[in-house]
Structure formats: C-alpha cells, structure tokens
C-alpha cells in the first residue's frame, strides 16, 4: 500500500470512530432533581454572576459585583427565577448549564458550595 492509500485509511478509521469522549454527557435534570442538587449550593460562571439557592424559594443573586435577593421556584421539570423565564437544567458533573426554550445559547456555570461574600 502506498504512502497516500495509508494515509487516506488512517483518516477514515479516525472518522469512523467519531469524535473522543470529553467526559461526562449533559443530561437534562427533573424538578426532584433540579431541588436535590441546587437547594443549599451556589451556580456561578465564576467571574460575573452566582445564584445560591436556599430552601424555601429565596435567591441570593450577585452580578457583576452587586447582590440582591429575589425568589427562585420550579414548574413542572424547569426553574424559574425572577425576572427570566423558566429554563431547563442540564448537568454534566458538577457543570451546569440553563436552556432556554429560544434556541439561544445557555448561560454556562458550576455547581458549587456557597463561595463567602463580605
């Protein structure tokens, strides 16, 4: 077999495996799990924004540098926060990611333990 024939095989048998796996696969959450994973943690992008969710419904919120508080809940398997609409929660590891129903691309985070804010 010639250079380009060996070539041409090594480059089909990496296309026919597909691409490596990159860890985990997200898997879209229901609201028993949204409540069991999210209740007593923080979400945040770690430079812009962070979500804490306490029981009960109260959100602690501090983006860019500001916090307020307001009130998360879920409808039926997604989560509603104050002043957006609901958004599915997917999770790969302790990576979250909250779909919205428009197509738009997904406000990525971490699922972590309350970071101490002054």
């Not at 990159?22 to 609201?31: S, V």
């Not at 501090?62 to 998360?72: D, F, N």
């Amino acid at each position: 077999m010639g250079t380009g024939r060996r070539t041409a095989a090594v480059i089909l048998l990496v296309l026919a495996a597909g691409p490596a796996p990159a860890g985990e696969a997200f898997r879209r959450l229901t609201a028993s799990e949204i409540r069991a994973r999210l209740v007593g943690k923080e979400v945040t992008d770690e430079v812009h924004w962070a979500y804490r969710f306490e029981p009960g419904g109260r959100l602690h919120v501090v983006s860019l540098g500001r916090a307020h508080t307001a009130r998360w809940r879920i409808d039926k398997d997604e989560l509603c926060l104050e002043a957006v609409p609901c958004v599915q929660v997917w999770m790969a590891g302790n990576r979250v990611e909250l779909r919205r129903g428009d197509g738009t691309l997904p406000d990525e985070g971490v699922l972590q333990a309350p970071a101490r804010r002054s």
